[in-house]
């Protein structure tokens, strides 16, 4: 399929021209049925893997250095099994659901179908430009409906790329992609969409949300936080810093779901120390200027990054440097190298703000109960990771403990789970896409009541009389 969209020559005044026009179109076309609409998840899988050397070469270009590997594990591989994953469910989805009918209505049937909404809204981040943008697609395609997408201008190349690859493959009436920097993005998140969906930090998702309020537009926000990383007593071992290594220096940490700080029993610190430098020399040979390891995505988050190194180090913190560039590197533009911050303190900037980068604090506690304290005097993170026994200290916390989701002796993995549920609570986010719950987020859920032959309550319209009063009275008994 060769089509071709417009160039948005004026970006804010025209994708509301380009809204209506989906919005028209859908209303046009109908709800596309399962064949369509498994077309669509085809038409998007092919479209990515013919450009998957070009979307790896413009990730690391817009980073700075992004290992082709680590690019298609943490995001075509999610894109492409997510489609897979609609692909063989959708049937199933698309079903309506048959509800309850109560005794006295027994002759009626009561469903409830789930229709495509009309035109979503897609907001994705710079972190990870792909899988961002294009899982939550599949899952609007999936569900019937048309999407704009603003892709980050943080990652300008990957965001380039993937406009011109999505127009070669939909018209601009089904998917559509809006260039631009934060004024298209606020004129974009202001538009009258029939749901939006935004990922991104939770001070901007707090201005998302308030400008789609005004159009009483449904909002999906994945945002972030610190999320804890909790280790059991006598539980650091090669399994558990290996995960935390994985977790933490993925993507340079880069990572909305990323363990942001760890709290560690006071007698195993030392040991903490030293596991997760010798799991950084593994996982990373080559030290920070490896092809493995990414680089920071620009100026202004490198040195955000260092700043918090400084402030911690100026609070009295033990700042410990692991897979150091050697000497003798040439050192890469905005590449940090894994750093450890033990003995971090509330009042330092590192446990503030959400870190995204390489920067693991490291707090200790005696009890689960301080852990439970702990975690619950601050905001609920989206993801919560504890590596341990499932005894009675993990029930504890996962029961005392609310967070979007939980790792139990892993990091991140929790969100390949294309049939689980990924979503935050309170400042880290609202709602959920993956699973069977994306699918709902980007559908109405239609309650549907038909009447059959007989209609009991029909008998029990005015005037009222002896039998009104029988009916009453066996559902409310004597009066």
Same mark, same amino acid.
């Given at each position: 399929? =060769?089509?071709?969209?417009?160039?948005?020559?004026? %970006?804010?005044?025209?994708?509301?021209?380009?809204?209506?026009? !989906?919005?028209?179109?859908?209303?046009?076309?109908?709800?596309?049925?399962?064949?369509?609409?498994?077309?669509?998840?085809?038409?998007?899988?092919?479209?990515?893997?013919?450009?998957?050397?070009?979307?790896?070469?413009?990730?690391?270009?817009?980073?700075?250095?992004?290992?082709?590997?680590?690019?298609?594990?943490?995001?075509?591989?999610?894109?492409? !099994?997510?489609?897979?994953?609609?692909?063989? =469910?959708?049937?199933?989805?698309?079903?309506?659901?048959?509800?309850?009918?109560? &005794?006295?209505?027994?002759?009626?049937?009561?469903?409830?179908?789930?229709?495509?909404?009309?035109?979503?809204?897609?907001?994705?981040?710079?972190?990870?430009?792909?899988?961002?943008? $294009?899982?939550?697609?599949?899952?609007?395609?999936?569900?019937?409906?048309?999407?704009?997408? /603003?892709?980050?201008?943080?990652?300008?190349?990957?965001?380039?790329? #993937? !406009?011109?690859?999505?127009?070669?493959?939909?018209?601009?009436?089904?998917?559509?992609?809006?260039?631009?920097?934060?004024?298209?993005?606020?004129?974009?998140?202001?538009?009258?969409?029939?749901?939006?969906?935004?990922?991104?930090?939770?001070?901007?998702?707090?201005?998302?949300?308030?400008?789609?309020?005004?159009?009483?537009? %449904?909002?999906?926000?994945?945002?972030?936080?610190?999320? %804890?990383?909790?280790?059991? !007593?006598?539980?650091?071992?090669?399994?558990?810093?290996?995960? &935390?290594?994985?977790? /933490?220096?993925? =993507?340079?940490?880069?990572?909305?779901?990323? %363990?942001?700080?760890?709290?560690?029993?006071?007698?195993?610190?030392?040991?903490?120390?030293?596991?997760?430098?010798?799991?950084?020399?593994?996982?990373?040979?080559?030290?920070?200027?490896?092809?493995?390891?990414?680089?920071?995505?620009?100026?202004?988050?490198?040195?955000?990054?260092?700043? $918090?190194?400084?402030?911690?180090?100026?609070?009295?913190?033990?700042?410990?440097?692991?897979?150091?560039?050697?000497?003798?590197?040439?050192?890469?533009?905005?590449?940090?190298?894994?750093?450890?911050?033990?003995?971090?303190?509330?009042?330092?900037?590192? #446990?503030?703000?959400?870190?995204?980068?390489?920067?693991?604090?490291?707090?200790?506690?005696?009890?689960?109960?301080?852990?439970?304290?702990?975690?619950?005097?601050?905001?609920?993170?989206?993801?919560?990771?504890?590596?341990?026994?499932?005894?009675?200290?993990?029930?504890?916390?996962?029961?005392?403990?609310?967070?979007? =989701?939980?790792?139990?002796?892993?990091?991140?993995?929790?969100?390949?789970?294309?049939?689980?549920?990924?979503?935050?609570?309170?400042?880290?986010? #609202?709602?959920?896409?993956?699973?069977?719950?994306?699918?709902?987020? #980007?559908?109405?859920?239609?309650?549907?009541?038909?009447?059959?032959?007989?209609?009991?309550?029909?008998?029990?319209?005015?005037?009222?009389?002896?039998?009104?009063?029988?009916?009453?009275?066996?559902?409310?008994?004597?009066?």
């Amino acid at each position: 399929m =060769n089509v071709t969209v417009p160039a948005l020559l004026d %970006p804010l005044a025209d994708m509301a021209g380009l809204l209506e026009r !989906q919005r028209a179109a859908f209303l046009n076309d109908g709800p596309p049925s399962l064949g369509e609409r498994k077309k669509w998840l085809k038409r998007l899988r092919d479209v990515v893997l013919a450009h998957r050397s070009a979307l790896g070469e413009a990730v690391s270009a817009d980073f700075g250095h992004r290992s082709r590997h680590e690019t298609e594990i943490m995001e075509l591989v999610g894109v492409v !099994q997510s489609i897979d994953y609609l692909t063989r =469910n959708l049937r199933r989805f698309m079903r309506c659901e048959r509800r309850h009918v109560d &005794l006295f209505y027994r002759s009626g049937r009561a469903y409830v179908h789930y229709q495509p909404k009309g035109v979503i809204g897609v907001m994705a981040p710079w972190n990870y430009p792909i899988s961002l943008t $294009l899982i939550p697609l599949a899952t609007a395609l999936a569900a019937g409906n048309r999407a704009m997408l /603003k892709p980050s201008e943080l990652t300008p190349r990957t965001s380039e790329l #993937m !406009q011109r690859m999505l127009a070669s493959v939909f018209p601009a009436e089904e998917v559509a992609v809006v260039l631009g920097g934060p004024q298209v993005g606020a004129a974009f998140s202001a538009l009258p969409f029939d749901h939006l969906l935004f990922t991104g930090s939770t001070p901007v998702g707090r201005k998302i949300m308030q400008a789609a309020s005004d159009n009483l537009v %449904p909002v999906t926000l994945e945002l972030g936080g610190k999320s %804890p990383a909790i280790v059991a !007593q006598g539980h650091v071992n090669d399994r558990t810093i290996g995960s &935390l290594v994985f977790g /933490k220096l993925s =993507n340079s940490g880069q990572t909305c779901v990323a %363990p942001d700080y760890a709290l560690v029993h006071e007698n195993d610190v030392e040991t903490f120390v030293e596991r997760f430098g010798a799991a950084v020399a593994r996982a990373y040979p080559a030290g920070p200027t490896g092809d493995d390891y990414t680089s920071i995505v620009n100026d202004r988050h490198y040195e955000r990054l260092k700043g $918090l190194i400084d402030d911690a180090r100026r609070l009295g913190a033990r700042v410990i440097e692991t897979g150091a560039l050697p000497e003798t590197a040439i050192a890469r533009p905005r590449t940090l190298a894994p750093t450890l911050v033990v003995g971090a303190t509330d009042d330092m900037a590192v #446990m503030q703000e959400e870190i995204f980068g390489p920067i693991l604090p490291v707090r200790t506690y005696r009890t689960i109960d301080d852990v439970i304290e702990y975690v619950n005097a601050r905001a609920r993170p989206l993801a919560l990771y504890y590596f341990g026994e499932r005894d009675a200290d993990c029930a504890s916390l996962l029961a005392r403990t609310t967070s979007g =989701n939980v790792g139990i002796n892993n990091t991140m993995i929790h969100v390949a789970q294309d049939d689980l549920l990924f979503g935050g609570v309170g400042p880290s986010g #609202m709602g959920a896409y993956h699973g069977i719950e994306g699918f709902r987020a #980007m559908s109405h859920a239609k309650g549907v009541f038909e009447q059959g032959r007989w209609a009991l309550p029909s008998l029990l319209r005015a005037p009222f009389g002896r039998l009104a009063e029988l009916a009453l009275r066996s559902v409310l008994g004597r009066g």
